[in-house]
């Protein structure tokens, strides 16, 4: 059923949180307030209040606890998380929530929704956002750390890591170290380092059962999906990248953008590549039937879509169906995207079914840690490496060591990171 919202203005929030409850009963969940003029006349005489929003949970009492309403006891995580200080963004003081399955719920019953739903999509940036301060608020202080730890936390906001990330490796050093082991920090360091590594999942490619093996590279724009698909196309034809040379054909829908038909084709012309432009969902569909007798694998590029027009990636999803079900789909981000935005990336683009990320433009960025925390949260593997301009030499499959020789202020041990992880 569609999810039911409401705002309400008052005096003060205890006013709204009232308000709320006399009107709507105990499942209704507030989510967000800010301060907002009320009263008054003509824009004169006006005050002070506060306006809530928030949604109505359809979660009922189960088993003498209450899920989602106004004084929930869920546990958030796999224990208790209650967070006194943040009242004025989550509920009553002293209220508990349990983020993750809210935010699973939610995503259940967005998938039931056909239309997109601009409140849902702020109600879920909201919880994400809550999610990552109270994980920040559940940070150790400094002065009761060891300067080992201290250290070490820096290291992680130096290199953009997030604070979720960071909260899990501290407490793993907590828990394996002694006291007299902190001391040796070059030593913990080492081991953070693999731990980093070990948080990193390398994509493995399946064989394809029929030639040809179709990738599609989907993503927001600016992130040089064109690019990669010609850096894929030279180095896949000519057995750049560990495998036998196979026969390439590239297939590009952007005829919004001229110059990115020009340039795949000026590419293709180069690396004697034969390009396809096409139009719609018929011809990519007529195009791929074409290539099918003829080819080992077909490239497709695809139009940059904002992550937040639900709409126009809804019919480019339509659109790239011609390929049909067998057909890989892999997502490019660009490295230096902060952290929010690349999880936001992750969810907008979920319904393409991606098996896999694709980091363009690490060479441009010395903090890796935001791409890290973002595919640890989600779970998201990585394929491709893009590190520079050039079509030849600058894409790489991906590897657990080209993340770690990247990390900013980190004494790497490049020869044991490589026996660790150089065979993935």
């Known amino acids: 059923m569609p999810m039911e919202y409401f705002t309400e203005q008052g005096s003060s929030y205890r006013d709204c949180v009232e308000k709320v409850r006399l009107k709507y009963g105990e499942r209704a969940q507030v989510m967000t307030q800010r301060k907002v003029p009320v009263g008054g006349f003509l824009g004169l005489f006006t005050r002070d209040g506060v ?4 949604y109505i949970s359809d979660l009922r009492y189960a088993a003498g606890t209450r899920y989602g309403g106004f004084g929930s006891t869920a ?3 796999s224990g208790p998380a209650t967070q006194p200080g943040l009242s ?10 349990n983020f ?14 056909k239309q997109p739903d601009p409140t849902l ?16 608020r559940a940070l150790p202080q400094r002065d009761e750390d060891h300067p080992t730890l201290v250290r070490l936390e820096e290291l992680f906001a130096q290199n953009d890591f997030s604070p979720s990330y960071t909260k899990v490796m501290l407490d793993r050093v907590r828990k394996e170290f002694s006291l007299d082991t902190l001391e040796e920090f070059d030593a913990v360091q080492d081991r953070v380092i693999e731990w980093i590594g070990e948080t990193i999942t390398i994509h493995t490619e399946t064989p394809v059962q029929r030639p040809p093996r179709i990738l599609v590279l989907v993503g927001p724009p600016g992130v040089g999906k064109t690019t ?18 196979l026969s390439v054909k590239m297939i590009t829908i952007d005829g919004y953008r001229i110059a990115a038909r020009e340039q795949l084709e000026k590419y293709g012309e180069i690396m004697k590549i034969p390009v396809s432009y096409v139009n719609n969902n018929e011809e990519l569909r007529k195009t791929i039937a074409f290539y099918q007798d003829d080819a080992e694998l077909i490239l497709v590029d695809t139009i940059g879509k904002s992550p937040r027009n639900a709409v126009e990636l809804a019919k480019m999803k339509q659109f790239l169906d011609a390929c049909g079900t067998s057909a890989e789909v892999h997502l490019a981000i660009d490295a230096k995207t902060k952290y929010s935005d690349v999880r936001e990336m992750f969810r907008q683009f979920a319904p393409f079914n991606y098996q896999s990320v694709v980091v363009t433009k690490l060479d441009e960025t010395a903090r890796a840690g935001n791409v890290i925390s973002a595919l640890f949260a989600d779970g998201k593997p990585v394929s491709y490496i893009t590190d520079g301009q050039g ?10 060591v080209r993340f770690l020789i990247n990390l900013e202020g980190f004494r790497i041990d490049r020869d044991a990171i490589e026996k660790r992880f150089g065979e993935q």
């Open 100 to 113: 993750k399955e809210e935010k699973d719920r939610l995503l259940a019953a967005a998938a039931a929704v």
């Open 75 to 77: 546990a958030w995580g």
């Open 121 to 136: 999509e702020k109600l879920l940036s909201k919880m994400e956002t809550l999610t990552e301060k109270i994980d920040a």
């Open 51 to 54: 306006e809530v929003t928030g």
């Open 88 to 97: 004025g963004e989550t509920g009553l003081p002293g209220q508990t929530l």
């Open 228 to 245: 990669t698909i010609a850096k894929l196309g030279f180095t896949l034809n000519y057995g750049r990248l560990g495998g036998p040379p």
């Open 391 to 400: 079509v030849e030499g600058n894409i790489h499959r991906a590897g657990v």
